[in-house]
């Protein structure tokens, strides 16, 4: 069982809504990190969130918004979404950290996704 | 920029055999760590097995292990005694070593299908 939890597994939300995704992670790790996974491709790297510091990628929409209430909370807020965006949104964590040179540390586990479908 | 490639997009093997899956890299680092993920249907991204650069052994996990070359830069993952049960998209994934911000660098992925 995956020790990364993500709600809901499923949503569906019409283009003028506004719904979140949650993830909650129970490792103690340090880092977060939402991804976007089309069908038959590689999950791609929208946000991560790493002692109390929020990385953004640049090209992520504005439409896509990310919460941290704490370090083993991470929110994805959804709103004006466009049908393209429905994909599966994948959770992860790592326990990451400054001087961390183990592979334990370094590896990303992932949660088992929320299908997010745009109407 | 580190590339990870997959060259083969879809492998089949019969039940209890043995397949491998190729995946090749580019990079200029000597500090990294590689990965193999598998997704099954059910699309939860597990980790397969793992695999320090710096580290001449070969990683194994059980029916499944790595023949990593860095002077070649290639990471193949050989399943053994092959069940249904992993029948699954395999992606192979680089990340540098040292925080949080390196990404994980995917493959485009390897769907293996598995013969009863």
């Known amino acids: ?119 | 920029a580190q590339t990870v490639t997959q060259s083969q997009p879809e492998m089949s093997v019969q039940e209890a055999e043995t397949v491998t899956l190729s995946c090749t890299y580019d990079t200029s680092e000597s500090d990294y760590y590689l990965f193999w993920y598998k997704q099954p249907p059910s699309r939860q991204m597990i980790l397969v097995i793992r695999q320090e650069a710096y580290k001449q052994q070969n990683a194994t996990e059980n029916r499944f292990s790595v023949n990593f070359q860095k002077a070649a830069k290639s990471f193949s993952l050989k399943i053994s005694d092959s069940q249904l049960g992993d029948a699954a998209m395999y992606f192979c994934a680089y990340r540098s070593a040292g925080g949080a911000t390196n990404k994980l660098i995917f493959g485009t992925g390897t769907l293996l299908a598995v013969q009863p």
Request: hydrophobic content about 30%; proline content about 6%; glycine content about 6%.
């Open chain 1, 1 to 119: 069982d995956t020790e990364v939890t993500q709600t809901p597994k499923h949503l569906v939300m019409g283009m003028t809504n506004k719904k979140s995704l949650k993830c909650e992670q129970h490792m103690g790790h340090r880092a977060m990190y939402w991804y976007k996974q089309k069908a038959k491709k590689p999950p791609e790297l929208m946000f991560v969130y790493s002692y109390e510091k929020l990385s953004i990628n640049e090209s992520v929409p504005s439409r896509f918004s990310p919460e941290c209430p704490n370090s083993s909370l991470l929110n994805l807020h959804l709103h004006a979404l466009q049908p393209e965006d429905s994909a599966l949104y994948l959770c992860a964590s790592s326990q990451d950290g400054a001087g961390q040179g183990s592979s334990s540390g370094n590896t990303i586990y992932f949660g088992e996704g929320s299908w997010l479908t745009v109407v």
